[in-house]
């Protein structure tokens, strides 16, 4: 499984609307229970929040992928967001991160959970396509870029 497998345009935000860590990862686990329900939003953000206490999932080159498993869904979510402004996310480069991927999984799909980390890692590594993405103002562009 591939996270474009999973990719969905509702899922994707250009731009973030906050510029803190804990705000990303709020804000895209709103926009997931937005699009997904309701009834597991805060199930969901402690996963996440409590797997980044473990330690950053912020990455080289820009990237972040906060990321967790849990029982409050049945299916593998990505939800893609893009900063004008770069965050500080304890990267392990040190750099500010502008590009989020958050990635959310059933406990019992750990082998599609770690797919789509590879997979992002593997369509995010070429800085030209990351400033392609930088430069995309929808969703939709967006969305083509990963599909093309």
Known sequence: MTFTDVLDKDLIKVPLEHSTKNAIIEELVDLLASKRGKSHR????????????LGSTGFADSIAIPHAKTAA??????VVGISRTPVDFNAQDGKPSQFFFLVVAPEKEASAHIEVLASIARATSSSAFRRLLQSARSADEVMRLFLD
């Not at 869904?73 to 990505?78: A, G, T």
């Open 42 to 53: 805060e199930e969901i953000l402690k996963a996440v929040l409590d797997r980044e206490a």
């Open 73 to 78: 869904v049945d299916k593998v979510s990505v």
